[in-house]
């Protein structure tokens, strides 16, 4: 596509798939968009076996690395034992997910080595441990390297323009754009409302355009996200000026994602009124699909959510239980199950190869670019 942000980073068309899943990662990367792998739950070991596997699949091929730096975060900068972290979280939460577990017959068992386990989320997410992950994924040939949760660290932007890297950053608002763009990012990534997991409340109609007269003359190309599942979105939001689109939810439903087979039929059977946007599950707000965990969370009973990432520790052990039960059969534990997803959903209706959604969003946006030419043609 005569692009410029396809020339800079190597890609046929400026579809950009988010992604934990490194199968889908590669697929997309090989059918002409770019892969962009999610690495906020990996070890520094895990994130290099799994860069590794990707670098051996696509052939040299454009690819990026997504990391979750938020700028605030509880207890950010201070030197606290894990054991210490562990005991922040209170007895009222913990029981209230137990006690949610529990009258859906899930026996909830010991939880806190999951919770021990969980605390690398923490790691990654600090100054330290996000240099880390940065010492990792620079290692390898990647295109480009996006953050979510505010403003990059100054050492991602810093590495980026050392090694020619393009440096991206998720935005909600206008004013969150101009900062970035006055930070040095490379990239903005505009994300609606509609957008599954942490999402501001604009929607994407309305932000994406915002943002790009936001930052108009800064030479920062924008890519629309939020609730973009065919090519006809995409070749909308370019309209709007965008350069491209990032989309993240379309992929949990294709034949390679690491989604939960019992999450992944209730997504292929949910409408776009399917999804929550709250707090529950990591103390930021963040969109997911809807079912009795999630509303269980909205309860007048519920407990307040934690700030991030206490409720981290609250959430994820049990949510890892439900998506065992749910696996075996477990009814009360399939009634449980969700996970991140956005408003597009409702266009998730059937599964197939990452390699073919790719496809299809070409077609789609061939074809709607072709209806605007026929609209202008005399």
Not at 27 to 47: D, K
Not at 129 to 139: C, K, M, Q, T
Not at 145 to 169: D, F, T
């Amino acid at each position: 596509m005569n692009n410029e942000l396809c020339q800079r980073l190597g890609i046929e068309f400026p579809l950009f798939a988010f992604s934990h899943c490194r199968d889908v990662v590669a697929a997309v990367t090989n059918a002409g968009g770019m892969g962009v792998f999610g690495a906020a739950m990996m070890s520094p070991e895990q994130l290099e076996e799994e860069l590794a596997w990707i670098d051996a699949h696509v052939g040299g091929k454009s690819y990026g690395v997504d990391l979750i730096v938020p700028n605030k975060f509880e207890a950010k900068g201070e030197d606290i034992p894990d054991a210490q972290i562990l005991a922040m979280v209170p007895e009222v939460h913990k029981n209230f997910a137990d006690e949610v577990l529990q009258s859906h017959g899930v026996e909830p068992g010991d939880l806190d080595p999951i919770r021990a386990e969980q605390l690398i989320f923490r790691e990654n997410i600090s100054a330290e441990g996000a240099r880390r992950s940065l010492d990792v994924a620079f290692s390898h040939p990647i295109a480009l390297i996006a953050n979510a949760l505010g403003l990059p660290p100054k050492e991602m932007l810093e590495r980026g323009k050392a090694a020619g890297v393009a440096v991206g950053a998720l935005v909600g608002t206008a004013e969150h754009a101009r900062a970035q763009v006055a930070a040095g990012v490379d990239v903005i990534i505009a994300a609606g409302g509609e957008a599954g997991g942490h999402t501001g409340e604009i929607s994407t109609m309305v932000l994406v355009p915002e943002v790009v007269q936001a930052i108009a003359g800064s030479g920062v190309p924008v890519l629309a996200a939020g609730g973009i599942a065919t090519g006809a979105q995409m070749a909308a939001a370019m309209a709007m000026g965008a350069a491209g689109a990032w989309c993240g939810s379309v992929w949990l439903t294709t034949a390679e994602a690491e989604t939960n087979p019992v999450v992944k039929g209730k997504m292929l059977a949910a409408s776009s009124r399917d999804t929550t946007r709250s707090r529950s599950r990591t103390g930021k707000p963040s969109r997911q699909l809807v079912s009795t965990w999630t509303q269980a969370w909205e309860g007048k009973d519920a407990p307040k959510p934690l700030p991030m990432p206490l409720q981290t520790l609250v959430s994820e052990p049990a949510l890892q239980r439900i998506d065992q039960m749910s696996q075996k059969g477990h009814e009360g534990a399939q009634s449980l199950a969700t996970y991140w997803v956005g408003q597009g959903v409702g266009l998730m209706n059937q599964s197939m190869s990452a390699g073919a959604v790719v496809q299809e969003f070409k077609e789609d946006f061939l074809n709607a670019f072709e209806r605007l030419q026929a609209a202008l043609e005399e």
